[in-house]
Nanobody, 113 residues
């Protein structure tokens, strides 16, 4: 049974930082690309960042220079370090293995003063 479990969301002030983590189980983690998506109220789900099985990264233009995706294959985890957060980053953030049906349950990130 495949499980992706996100953690680390919360409420943060503009300019602050959060680190999201996604723990994977039931899959050959190191063989999969992984990604973070987000969905704000009333908007479509969008790609935030992805990392290939070999560690190549890709970012949405809106988060370049502020967010960093990384993976630890020994721990079966993928993380998203989010710095200089803005109110428009407010959304539910999801972990997924692109091209599969595997999605986490999501974690809420709220950026507000």
């Amino acid at each position: 049974q495949v499980q992706l479990v996100e953690s680390g969301g919360g409420l943060v002030q503009p300019g602050g930082s959060l680190r999201l983590s996604c723990a994977a189980s039931g899959i050959f983690f190191s063989g999969y690309a992984m990604a973070w998506y987000r969905q704000a109220p009333g908007k479509q789900r969008e790609l935030v960042a992805s990392i290939s099985s070999g560690g190549r990264t890709n970012y949405a233009d809106s988060v370049k220079g502020r967010f960093t995706i990384s993976r630890d294959n020994a721990k079966n985890t993928v993380s998203l370090q989010m710095n200089s957060l803005k109110p428009e980053d407010t959304a539910v953030y999801y972990c997924t293995a692109p091209g599969t049906a595997y999605w986490g349950q999501g974690t809420q990130v709220t950026v507000s003063s």
